[in-house]
């Protein structure tokens, strides 16, 4: 039963694709997905289910997600050859930002996250299409090492909205990813412009990606493909402001389960290929997702997708999260983290010096 679970992620990368080739009002499908989650998931409760399912089984509903996902973007290709209007282009780009990120992203963030470099070579692949081929290194070697403290780019201040943080972390994403590239070569005596360098050919693979809309399709094809990976890469970033806003670690000390926060609704939990199952997956990052443990003696503030969509309203949003973080510090801070948190809640203008 729990295989079947996994079928839910490849149906709305259909549906939206369906959706978009088709056109009219039906782009907007891949849209309606985070508040139909979202509301649907107001009224259930946490799922703390261990997954039953045999490694090979869950690598092949990971692989078998990748059918609908070139679906979605063929949809995206056969739309933007057709005659539509500017309101089917407004769904049609929406959706397959949203689906892509929301979706189909976290197969990626799982691929690469895996051993062996063949998963690893097709996660970074399809990460291409939001521009995001590049930032698996400052994924694996900047905010799994650095998570929950000052040193961590991906992890918000409290107090700092998502609006503030998305310009603040998306340059950084590929300026970082770019950074340990070069330093790799340079250990090594080598020129980091060389074929060797894996960031030069997860450009090259956009470009490529865009050049192959302009020739097939048209130059306006080709800069709405880079809307939507701009789009989509401005969720990947919400994502990551929902999963660790406001959390204290001091640096260099080890990561335990209480420095990510866990959204793990059932719908959540499925249609992210358990990124949201995220305290487990920061304390040993190897860990495939169907192993993935839901602890209950974490914070867990409710839907990832209905929080998603609090992030756009700033003032709901830290009234929100001002109550989890102070169960936060309450409960899970150690004494050196408490300090941390007392001055970043001052900063934050939610406590008097």
Not at 32 to 48: G, N, T
Request: glycine residues 6%; proline residues 5%; charged residues 15%.
């Amino acid at each position: 039963m729990d295989y079947l679970k996994y079928l839910l992620p490849a149906g709305f990368l259909f549906i939206s694709g369906a959706g978009v080739i088709t056109g009219g009002i039906t782009s907007w499908f891949g849209v309606l997905l985070f508040p139909v989650v979202a509301f649907i998931e107001y009224f259930l409760k946490d799922d703390f289910s261990v997954r039953k399912m045999r490694d090979s089984g869950a690598t092949f509903m990971l692989y078998f997600q990748l059918i609908p996902w070139v679906f979605l973007w063929y949809a995206l290709w056969v739309f933007l050859g057709s005659d539509y209007t500017w309101f089917a282009w407004t769904g049609a780009v929406l959706s397959t930002a949203l689906i892509t990120a929301a979706v189909g992203l976290p197969v990626a963030h799982e691929l690469f996250h895996r051993i062996e470099g063949t998963s690893r070579f097709i996660g970074n692949l399809f990460a291409v299409t939001l521009m995001a081929g590049d930032v698996e290194l400052e994924h694996r070697m900047g905010h799994h090492i650095e998570t929950s403290s000052l040193l961590d780019v991906d992890t918000p201040f409290r107090g700092e909205s998502s609006y503030a943080f998305i310009p603040r972390l998306l340059p950084y994403f590929h300026k970082a990813s770019w950074q340990m590239e070069k330093k790799r070569f340079v250990s090594k005596g080598l020129s980091h412009w060389s074929l060797g360098n894996r960031i030069l050919w997860a450009w090259f693979a956009y470009v490529m990606l865009l050049v192959f809309f302009a020739l097939t399709v048209s130059l306006s094809a080709a800069l709405t493909v880079l809307l939507i990976s701009i789009i989509g890469q401005c969720i990947v970033c919400l994502f990551s402001y929902v999963q660790h806003y406001g959390l204290i670690r001091v640096p260099n000390t080890p990561i335990e389960k209480r420095h990510a926060l866990n959204h793990i609704r059932p719908l959540s939990r499925v249609l992210t290929f358990e990124i949201v199952t995220h305290s487990q997956h920061h304390t040993n990052p190897t860990v495939p997702y169907h192993q993935l443990t839901p602890y209950e003696d974490v914070i867990r503030p409710g839907s990832a997708y209905g929080y998603f969509l609090l992030t756009l309203i700033p003032p709901l949003w830290h009234k929100k999260m001002r109550k989890h973080l102070q169960e936060w510090d309450e409960k899970y801070a150690s004494n050196d983290e408490l300090a941390l948190a007392k001055d970043a809640n001052i900063k934050a203008g939610w406590v008097s010096p």
